[in-house]
C-alpha cells in the first residue's frame, strides 16, 4: 500500500462507516466501496464484518489495520526528517504540560526559543501529570514539561529547575507565624490539594508518606490557584510551589506561606521526551535550547546567593 492506500484504509478502519469515512477524505462513497473491494480481492478475506450501514474489523482487518498504522507512522516520519533536511530552521514542536508552567515557565522558554528559530511552530496542550505522560507514551506529543520526574520505562527526563514548596496558610492560623514547619507537625490539619493524577497530589502523598502521616483532605482541585483561593477562605492548608514569577501564593492576598524544612520539600521540574521515538531536528533544537537555559538560570542563581 502507498501513502494514499494507507490513509483511506485507516480512516475507515477507524470510523467504521463508508459515508462517514468517504466524507473525511473527500471522494464518493461509492469510489471508497470500490477501493475496499479491490483490496480485499487482492488479500483473499474480507477485512470487515458488516452490519447494515456500519463495518466493524474483524480479525484480519485488525491484524491489517496494526501493520497500515505502523506504516503510515514511519512515512510520516520519513516526510518529517526529509523536511528536515530541506529547511532545518522550519519544523513544528508538539509541546505538553501541566497546568501550572502555562503562566511563566512555557512562555519564557517558547519566547527564548522563537527568538533565535522564528521559523519553528508549537503546538501547545496542557493537562494534568497523568495525561500529560500519557501524551509522550502514545506519540501524540513530542516533549513535556512535568513535575515530578515520571516514573514510566522508556521516557527520558532532563531536569530544568526545582521549585521550593511551602506551606499556604490563612493569616490568622496557628502556623503563619512560624519560619518553618514540617509536615509531622501537621496531623491534624485539612489539606486542600489537586486530584489524584496531578503531580502536586503525588508530591503530597510521598511527603506526608515520608513524613508517617496521613493528610485529611478537605477538598479537591485540578488548579493550584483555586487551591490557594480556597485557603485564602479559610477552608485548610495546602502544599504550594514557589519561585515562580506569578506564583499561585502571590497572585492572591489573604494567605500566608511557611516553607518546609522536610527534606526534599521541593518539586523538580524537566523535559521528557520518548526515548525510542527519532526526534526531528526541531524537537532536538528545542530540547538543546532548555538544556542551556536550565544551565543559565542555575548560574544566576549561584550568582545571587
Known amino acids: 500500500m502507498l501513502g494514499d492506500d494507507l490513509l483511506w484504509f485507516t480512516t475507515l478502519a477507524e470510523l467504521q462507516r463508508v459515508g462517514a469515512a468517504a466524507e473525511r477524505l473527500h471522494i464518493a462513497q461509492p469510489t471508497l ?3 475496499l473491494a479491490r483490496l480485499e480481492r487482492r488479500l483473499g478475506v474480507e477485512l470487515f464484518d458488516r452490519h447494515g450501514k456500519r463495518i466493524v474489523l474483524n480479525e484480519f482487518g485488525r ?3 496494526e501493520h497500515a498504522r505502523r506504516a503510515q507512522s514511519e512515512l510520516d516520519a520519513a516526510a518529517q526528517a526529509v523536511a528536515d533536511l530541506a529547511d532545518p530552521a522550519k519544523g513544528v514542536v508538539r509541546l505538553s504540560f501541566q497546568h501550572s508552567f502555562g503562566s511563566w515557565l512555557i512562555p519564557q522558554l517558547i519566547g527564548g526559543f522563537r527568538r533565535g528559530s522564528s521559523r519553528i511552530s508549537f503546538t501547545l496542550w496542557q493537562g494534568a501529570f497523568d495525561a500529560v505522560i500519557d501524551q509522550i507514551v502514545d ?3 513530542d516533549l513535556a514539561i512535568v513535575s515530578p520526574r515520571p516514573s514510566v520505562p522508556g521516557i527520558g527526563w532532563r531536569k530544568l529547575l526545582a521549585q521550593p514548596l511551602a506551606l499556604a496558610v490563612p493569616p490568622e492560623h496557628r502556623l503563619a507565624a512560624r519560619r518553618q514547619i514540617r509536615l509531622a507537625d501537621l496531623g491534624d490539619a485539612e489539606f486542600i490539594t489537586m486530584h489524584s493524577g496531578f503531580g502536586m497530589r503525588r508530591i503530597l502523598d510521598e511527603l ?3 513524613a508517617n502521616i496521613r493528610p485529611r483532605i478537605a477538598f479537591e482541585s485540578s488548579d493550584l490557584l483555586t487551591a ?3 485557603v485564602a477562605a479559610g477552608l485548610g492548608v495546602a502544599l504550594l510551589p514557589l519561585e515562580d514569577p506569578t506564583p499561585a501564593a502571590g497572585s492572591l492576598s489573604g494567605i ?3 516553607p518546609l524544612a522536610d527534606a526534599a520539600a521541593a518539586r523538580d521540574v524537566g523535559l521528557i521526551w520518548s526515548a525510542t ?3 526531528s531536528d526541531a524537537v532536538r533544537r528545542f530540547r538543546d535550547f532548555t ?3 536550565a544551565g543559565r538560570r542555575a548560574g544566576i542563581q549561584m550568582l545571587r546567593r
Open 139 to 141: 506519540g501524540t506529543a
Open 291 to 293: 538544556e542551556d537555559w
Open 277 to 279: 521515538a527519532p526526534p
Open 63 to 65: 491484524t491489517y489495520y
Open 33 to 35: 466501496s470500490r477501493m
Open 228 to 230: 490557594a483561593g480556597l
Open 256 to 258: 500566608v506561606t511557611v
Open 208 to 210: 506526608c508518606a515520608a
